[in-house]
């Protein structure tokens, strides 16, 4: 099963993400190798091998729920070695657009097209905590607690400065109260309304004199209060006056944090790093592809996507030298993953010979010296 494993999600790494990929990579050398046990000998699963295994062993509840937690599980592991000092999540949803009668799929009126719409929390480094398939016409917070709690829980004894970040789907106050009893700091934005606009109602106002050729901008602080809410909170306002608009952009956001204004907004726009991600999971990886029928399939199939892009973030931020650091996810895997190479079979093992048309040997020595330093150190005797 490890095997079936390894050849799942490197070949989504390496940009084959449909099972019949499986009849060509059951030959291809270095799969074969990765896989391991008999397959550098023979060949490694075939298309049939993989579907049953995608479809009917991991589709099991418990196997799916086993696999939905390894992205996390893996995430633990490198923080062993590399323990974090603070933790930044970013939770976001996004649609994978179907094709077809594919159980769960449903028409979206946000994005306009038929398709799921899994959710996903990501921390500051870009790695994928959890996600969760859900079907296409459910709110962007929908199942958030499923998908928080555990990535939240892991973290509680660990890591004392956590922090959450959320778009105005997840201005919800069950979640407010959530992340405050589990002492996390968190920025979310909230819809504005005429209660809002009225408070900082003197900065709506259009500067006196001549418009200025740059963008003027003004913040505030505010104690705020939903009907909904049991409490007030801290509400912070950005207002900016672009030259040549008639009326400011105006946003919100609740947060619990005490830092001035500024470095408020400054914290939540960062969030944009989640988005990014998204983005790179959907070229690099290609996680949008769930062309199983039943929901159970598909869902399988997106957290082998989680794991495969897991995968290759922990390569680009842990084993690849500063020279390459602004490669993204997709550069990662045509320059170095999905590149052609010279196989040379000898009685005990395989060289694998490249060209130094994207890595160069000096680089290829570096990114091997630190994958060699990830490793564990060995069991005293």
């Not at 097209?113 to 996903?120: D, K």
């Not at 969760?132 to 499923?146: F, I, K, P, Q, T």
């Not at 160069?360 to 990114?367: E, K």
Request: with cysteine.
């Amino acid at each position: 099963m490890v095997g079936l494993l390894r050849q799942s999600v490197f070949g989504r790494l390496a940009g084959y993400e449909d099972v019949n990929d499986a009849e060509r990579l059951c030959r291809d050398p270095a799969m074969r190798w990765v896989v391991g046990g008999r397959a550098p000998m023979g060949q490694a699963a075939s298309t049939s091998q993989m579907g049953r295994f995608e479809t009917e062993w991991l589709a099991r509840p418990e196997n799916l729920a086993a696999l939905t937690d390894l992205p996390g599980l893996w995430i633990d592991a490198v923080h062993k070695r590399r323990p974090p000092r603070v933790i930044v999540l970013d939770m976001d949803s996004s649609e994978s657009p179907t094709y077809g009668e594919q159980e769960g799929s449903a028409y979206n009126g946000h994005f306009g097209c038929t398709c799921y719409h899994p959710l996903f929390v990501f921390n500051q480094l870009g790695d994928l905590e959890r996600c969760a398939l859900r079907s296409g016409n459910v709110h962007s917070a929908d199942g958030w607690r499923e998908v928080l709690e555990p990535v939240i829980a892991r973290y509680r004894d660990t890591v004392k400065r956590r922090y959450f970040r959320g778009d105005a789907a997840f201005a919800n106050p069950d979640i407010y109260e959530f992340l405050e009893a589990e002492g996390v700091g968190y920025v979310i934005r909230l819809p504005a309304n005429r209660i809002l606009q009225e408070k900082i109602g003197y900065l709506l106002k259009r500067p006196v004199g001549r418009p200025p050729h740059e963008v003027r901008r003004y913040y505030a602080s505010l104690s705020y209060q939903a009907q909904s809410w049991k409490k007030p909170r801290r509400v912070v306002a950005k207002i900016e006056w672009h030259p040549g608009e008639l009326y400011p952009r105006v946003g919100f956001i609740v947060t619990n944090l005490a830092r001035p204004a500024e470095r408020v907004v400054a914290f939540y726009n960062q969030r944009g790093t989640a988005e990014q991600c998204i983005k790179e999971g959907k070229g690099a990886i290609k996680w949008t592809r769930l062309s199983c029928r039943s929901f159970a399939a598909n869902a399988v199939r997106l957290q082998l996507h989680a794991l495969a892009y897991n995968l290759g973030n922990f390569l680009r931020t842990l084993a690849m030298p500063k020279t390459a650091e602004p490669w993204s996810l997709t550069s990662l895997r045509e320059k170095l993953i999905k590149i052609g190479a010279k196989v040379i079979s000898h009685g005990r093992y395989v060289t694998f010979q490249l060209a130094e048309v994207a890595v160069s040997r000096q680089m290829f020595s570096d990114i091997l010296m630190l994958i060699a330093q990830l490793r564990a150190p060995p069991a005293p005797a």
